[in-house]
């Protein structure tokens, strides 16, 4: 591999390190904005702890998912998320969604393990239920 090849290698690498340590420390506002602990918003971002603690420190890339739940119930601008410009709450963000979420989310996290193991397994049944009839008008 020829030097040149390598420095470029070297530079892109270095510059998606960057990146990602920015959205990192940019995720790690949001969850400070909130004033929540980091097992309060990553239960929110339905992540382990660990997960979240990997991504505040820039050692892990968030998923798309984790993204998404940004911007959906925490009103984050995705512009802003992504380049660090513009304002960091879209202006028509929804505050009673995420505030209905993170009250569902503090009552999930006072029930036992049993009967969180349960409500899991009730959550996935309805989906499961929903995406079949979904697929059932799809395929009418």
């Known amino acids: 591999m020829s030097a040149q090849k390598k420095q470029l290698e070297c530079d892109m690498e270095d510059e998606n390190n960057f990146f990602v340590k920015e ?5 790690k ?3 400070l904005l909130n004033n929540l602990a980091k097992a309060e918003f990553a239960m929110a971002l339905m992540i382990r702890m660990k997960t979240l ?3 505040e420190n820039g050692e892990r890339q968030p998923s798309g998912r984790v993204l998404f739940v940004l911007e959906e119930y ?3 601008n995705g512009i802003w998320l992504m380049t660090g410009k513009g304002e960091m709450l879209r202006e ?3 505050n009673r969604k995420m505030e209905v979420t993170m009250h569902l989310l503090g009552m999930f ?4 393990e049993n009967s969180r193991a349960k409500t899991v397994n ?4 309805l989906l499961q239920k929903e995406h079949y009839q979904s697929q059932k008008r799809i395929n009418e």
């Open 109 to 112: 996290s006072r029930l036992s």
């Open 74 to 76: 925490f009103g984050v």
């Open 122 to 125: 009730i959550i996935k049944i």
């Open 29 to 31: 506002s949001v969850r």
């Open 53 to 55: 603690s990997e991504i």
């Open 23 to 27: 959205l990192c420390s940019r995720i």
């Open 92 to 94: 028509n963000r929804n």
